[in-house]
């Protein structure tokens, strides 16, 4: 073999190894931050538990009879502000 030949096999291995640990160093990383992750889901309980389940069913039942074709300005109070809006009348 000539003197070219090992050094690209050298070359190689070394390519070869620091793949090796490149990889490892990753798996590691990857379970380390799984492992932090299920730790913080224990302690401070998942998204479901921090869902209000009755208030968001009131939400819903608020605006469940609502035309979903209503522009704002059709019966909302409050709500003749913004862009194109009518100026009110001055009060007497």
């Known amino acids: 073999m000539t003197r070219t030949m090992w050094v690209g ?5 070394v390519v070869g190894f620091l793949v090796i640990a490149r990889r490892m160093s990753e798996t590691r990383s990857s ?3 799984r492992d932090a992750e299920s730790r913080r889901e224990k302690e401070e309980g998942s998204l479901e538990d921090s869902i209000d389940w009755e208030e968001l069913e009131k939400a819903e039942n608020e605006i469940r009879d609502v035309d ?3 522009n704002p ?9 913004g862009p194109g809006a009518a100026p009110k009348p001055p009060v007497a």
């Open 9 to 13: 096999l050298a070359f190689l291995c």
């Open 31 to 33: 379970e380390q931050l």
């Open 68 to 70: 979903p074709q209503a």
């Open 73 to 81: 300005e059709e019966g909302f109070e409050g709500d003749d502000w």
